[in-house]
């Protein structure tokens, strides 16, 4: 079985300070994680996605990403918040090693951006 | 990256009429595309699974019959929502995989959500 679970449902930041939001998984099998972005009334947008690689994913925007086995971990992070990353982030896990694997929500993290 | 087209963005219908979405994968084959419906502030719920050329699978405690799913080519998965009532207002969003960069390591393209609100 699997699950993410994302600790924080809001959260809040000063522009131009550090961002991190955090996301525990659970996984029979190894898995695949990644981080997406939701803009109000859009879809949701590929930020990282760490598969088995390097344990340090770098992302679009200046986030990323470390998978921490040990922790089962994949807390998302950006040195400096801007304006424009408003929006709901997501941490998703997929697991199971075929095409129709399953892939599971967390419940989303809403980010805010104080001026 | 590759690129999921949903249609409409926005409907509006009388409650009883039926509605379908479309979700089509633009630059890649999909044979598998997810269905998820969003209630606000809230995550992604999936609905069902569409296959392409056999039956959808469908998450507990979703309707069949309620919602339609039809996946009649590689690049092309509907949902119809059928008698639609007041509360099946809802943002749904459509999902593709691109199976070609492997089972475990695709990641889910998403189209940009249809809002559906029935009156």
């Known amino acids: 079985a699997q699950s993410v679970t994302q600790l924080d449902s809001h959260v809040s930041v000063s522009e131009g300070t550090p961002v991190l939001l955090r996301c525990n998984y659970s996984s029979s099998y190894s898995p695949s994680l990644f981080w997406y972005v939701q803009h109000p009334n859009k879809g949701l947008q590929l930020l990282l996605k760490y598969t088995s690689a390097a344990t340090l994913v770098k992302g679009i925007n200046g986030f990323e990403a470390e998978f921490k086995k040990s922790e089962t971990s994949f807390h998302l992070t950006k040195p400096s918040a801007h304006m424009s990353d408003a929006a709901e982030y997501f941490c998703v896990v997929s697991a199971g090693g075929s095409s129709a694997s399953k892939i599971i929500f967390g419940s989303g993290t809403r980010l805010s951006i104080r001026p | 990256g590759a690129v999921v087209s949903q249609h409409p963005s926005w409907v509006i219908c009388k409650s009883g009429t039926s509605v379908k979405i479309e979700c089509r994968s633009l630059d890649f084959q999909a044979t598998t595309m997810f269905w998820y419906r969003q209630f606000p502030k809230q995550s992604l719920m999936l609905m069902a699974t569409?296959?392409?050329?056999?039956?959808?699978?469908?998450e507990q405690g979703v309707e069949k019959d309620k919602f339609l799913i039809n996946h009649a080519s590689l690049t092309l998965s509907t949902l119809t929502v059928t008698s639609a009532h007041p509360e099946d207002s809802s943002f749904y969003i459509c999902?593709?995989?691109?199976?070609?960069?492997?089972?475990?390591?695709?990641?889910?393209?998403f189209g940009e959500g249809s809002r559906l609100t029935v009156l």
């Open positions: 569409s296959n392409e050329g056999s039956k959808a699978t469908y």
């Open positions: 999902s593709a995989r691109d199976v070609g960069a492997g089972p475990n390591t695709g990641e889910l393209f």
